[in-house]
């Protein structure tokens, strides 16, 4: 029940609140008149994993809110990471200055300046995590990722694009750094200047250090300058060979022809190579931090190709940076994201992704194949959760979930949006090509509609839904509106537009080549007894619905024999191929916590792994779809 106040209290509950605490200004489009933020951030501190930040900040007396962003874009969600802020103190004049945090905006901080005051300091940490449960490691002895959004605070009242800051980094000593930021001074203690920028460009401009660094140029001839940044734990996996250089250059030159357009003076892939720093993937308008597996090159199989990560996060200086939704285009850092275009943003960027990598040659043709017939399972016969949930609100996940893992990710579903996207955006461009008889396809929507204002990107060009749909008709004239709404509304199944490509779906009992190199055939009974298990036989998913699951087998149970043989993978591939046809159950003895049971498994259907065929006498738009581009 809800206590009532009567008139009276209410107003005095509002009085007394009002003088305790300030209001968050808004942020109006105004630039901040006192004048430009030194923000000065010393990354030496690599053992105990902190950094030190010093803010010179421009005031005038009064009233002052700063904010530590806490809306990241690239993140979808408000996950600012304000609980690593620590040791926060303020100065005027040398003399420290109170702050009051906001109850009802933990990012924000309340500071009243006195009279005669035209400047304060701010000093405080970003205790960066000493253990990945704290969150995503980013200081090693070789290397550190500086990500702006963490070691700053700005004042409300302002659009970030209106605040200037001046930043600078002290590196350890002997260590270099990639950034798109442009550097403007280099101080004799590896102290870096940076040129200003503005709050908003600041913080989409993150910084990959290290003991061991390589940059690599990439620009195709006559253009604008694109740079790969590499840090790794050793030196020796910062050889390359001629051919993987080759292919990074293949996916900018692949890049541009697909848009048509830059949007950035220059673009820096930061690229980390470890077993100590958390891999990210994350983009940003000018550059995009990507971290892959140690032996990215060392270890490069020509045929195997690598993964589709930097063409998808190159993609996004287009797609989701430049051409922004229009409820993603808010005006500062701590303003709520709106994630309903996510499915455009992140699913036609997983499209692309895939797309330019079997353009670039990153990942070879039937690889690229290989790993859609993956995706195609998965939503055709991996996600219950469709019955209930749509595509479209899964965009809310990045909020609802801040990718936590989940007990029953195929039936909760999980940013679906990007995978799902793909599809729905893979059967558009196969509608295009088909009723165009080759002659348009959604090659030509990604130039009209990302590709617009050639060298552009300082002001993002935001969009809705209706622009989407127009943008696609005038390619080709369709019920655009409803092809989209259809399907991430959850009213037409996608996953079979795979067919228009002159490909489809079979399961056969061997695993495709790219799941073998993927190694993630191991414990994989996904689409036979739908379970998905661990080396040690803990089940990590179990289908809603599945043979498994109707047995009562459920998530984090451990596999422990299989028919009385000690469990191991190949034990029971051996035994699903076994009961193929057959009328004996499988019988799995399961423990869960200090429980053993033994369940009966009815399944006769024998393994079955996704594997793409051809459609005989259909045209092979996929290939053309994956083809490179003259
Ligand atoms: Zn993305």
């Known amino acids: 029940m809800k206590p009532r106040l009567r008139p009276a209290i209410a107003v005095l509950a509002l009085v007394i609140s009002g003088a305790l605490q300030a209001k968050v200004p808004e942020p109006r489009d105004v630039p901040y008149a006192p004048g430009a933020i030194t923000v000065e951030v010393?990354?030496?501190?690599?053992?105990?994993?902190?950094?030190?930040?010093?803010?010179?900040?421009?005031?005038?007396?009064?009233?002052?809110?700063?904010?530590?962003?806490?809306?990241?874009?690239?993140?979808?969600?408000?996950?600012?990471?304000?609980?690593?802020?620590?040791?926060?103190?303020?100065?005027?004049n040398g003399r420290a200055l109170a702050w009051k945090r906001d109850p009802g905006d933990v990012y924000a901080f309340h500071l009243d300046i006195p009279d005669g005051v035209s400047s304060i300091?701010?000093?405080?940490?970003?205790?960066?995590?000493?253990?990945?449960?704290?969150?995503?490691?980013?200081?090693?002895?070789?290397?550190?990722?500086?990500?702006?959004?963490?070691?700053?605070?700005?004042?409300?009242?302002?659009?970030?694009?209106?605040?200037?800051?001046?930043?600078?980094?002290?590196?350890?000593v002997g260590w270099q750094a990639g950034t798109a930021l442009d550097v403007a001074a280099k101080g004799a203690d590896n102290t870096v200047r940076y040129q200003p920028v503005s709050a908003d460009i600041l913080a989409d401009s993150p910084v990959y250090a290290g003991r061991y660094f390589k940059q690599i140029d990439l620009t195709p001839a006559g253009k604008r300058p694109v740079r790969l940044n590499v840090v790794a734990d050793d030196p020796k996996y910062l050889e390359t060979k001629d051919a993987h250089i080759a292919q990074h250059k293949?996916?900018?030159?692949?890049?541009?022809?697909?848009?048509?357009?830059?949007?950035?003076?220059?673009?820096?892939?930061?690229?980390?190579?470890?077993?100590?720093?958390?891999?990210?993937?994350?983009?940003?308008?000018?550059?995009?931090?990507?971290?892959?597996?140690?032996?990215?090159?060392?270890?490069?199989?020509?045929?195997?190709?690598?993964?589709?990560?930097?063409?998808?996060?190159?993609?996004?200086?287009?797609?989701?940076?430049?051409?922004?939704p229009a409820d993603q285009a808010v005006p500062n850092l701590n303003t709520p994201l709106q994630d309903s275009l996510l499915w455009v943003y992140e699913g036609q960027t997983q499209y692309w992704g895939n797309v330019l990598a079997a353009r670039s040659g990153l990942r070879p043709m039937e690889r690229s194949r290989d790993t859609l017939a993956m995706v195609v399972a998965t939503y055709r016969d991996n996600r219950p959760g469709l019955a209930w949930r749509s595509v479209l609100?899964?965009?809310?996940?990045?909020?609802?979930?801040?990718?936590?893992?989940?007990?029953?990710?195929?039936?909760?579903l999980s940013e679906d949006y990007y995978s799902a996207g793909q599809l729905i955006w893979l059967g558009a461009d196969a509608l295009i090509r088909k009723e165009t008889g080759g002659k348009k396809s959604l090659d030509d929507f990604a130039r009209t509609f990302f590709g617009i204002n050639d060298g552009q990107w300082e002001v993002p060009a935001p969009y809705?839904?209706?622009?989407?749909?127009?943008?696609?008709?005038?390619?080709?004239?369709?019920?655009?509106?409803?092809?989209?709404?259809?399907?991430?509304?959850?009213?037409?199944?996608?996953?079979?537009?795979?067919?228009?490509?002159?490909?489809?779906?079979?399961?056969?009992?061997?695993?495709?080549?790219?799941?073998?190199?993927?190694?993630r055939v191991e414990g994989d009974f996904t689409y036979s007894l739908g379970l998905s298990l661990g080396k040690d036989g803990k089940v990590n998913d179990t289908r809603w619905d599945s043979p498994a699951f109707n047995t009562g087998i459920g998530t984090g149970m451990t596999v422990v024999a299989v028919n009385d043989a000690e469990y191991r993978s190949e034990v029971l591939a051996d035994a699903v191929k076994a009961a193929k046809g057959g009328q004996a159950p499988i019988r799995l003895l399961v423990k869960d916590f200090n429980r053993y049971r033994t369940v009966a498994l009815d399944y006769h259907d024998g393994l079955r792994y996704p594997v793409l065929e051809r459609i005989p006498g259909t045209p092979d738009t996929l290939t053309a779809i994956f083809s490179a581009r003259k």
């Open 42 to 92: 010393d990354a030496t501190n690599l053992a105990q994993r902190i950094m030190r930040i010093k803010q010179t900040i421009p005031v005038a007396p009064g009233k002052l809110t700063l904010l530590y962003p806490q809306w990241l874009p690239g993140n979808h969600a408000p996950r600012g990471p304000i609980d690593k802020l620590a040791g926060l103190g303020f100065k005027a």
């Open 464 to 519: 809705t839904f209706d622009d989407v749909v127009a943008a696609l008709d005038a390619v080709h004239p369709h019920d655009w509106a409803t092809y989209l709404s259809d399907r991430i509304e959850g009213r037409v199944p996608f996953a079979d537009s795979i067919e228009s490509t002159g490909w489809r779906l079979v399961y056969k009992d061997e695993a495709n080549a790219a799941a073998k190199a993927d190694k």
């Open 250 to 324: 293949a996916l900018v030159v692949q890049a541009l022809r697909l848009f048509g357009s830059e949007h950035y003076d220059h673009y820096d892939f930061l690229l980390s190579l470890s077993e100590q720093m958390a891999g990210n993937g994350l983009e940003h308008q000018r550059s995009s931090e990507n971290g892959q597996e140690l032996g990215y090159f060392k270890d490069w199989n020509a045929k195997d190709g690598s993964d589709d990560l930097l063409p998808h996060e190159m993609t996004h200086s287009w797609n989701g940076k430049y051409r922004r």
């Open 121 to 172: 300091t701010a000093d405080y940490q970003y205790l960066t995590p000493t253990d990945s449960a704290q969150g995503r490691v980013v200081m090693t002895p070789s290397m550190l990722n500086l990500q702006w959004n963490a070691v700053m605070l700005y004042p409300a009242g302002h659009a970030a694009s209106r605040i200037t800051f001046n930043p600078s980094v002290k590196y350890p």
């Open 393 to 412: 609100d899964t965009t809310n996940d990045p909020i609802i979930s801040a990718r936590r893992p989940k007990p029953y990710r195929n039936y909760q």
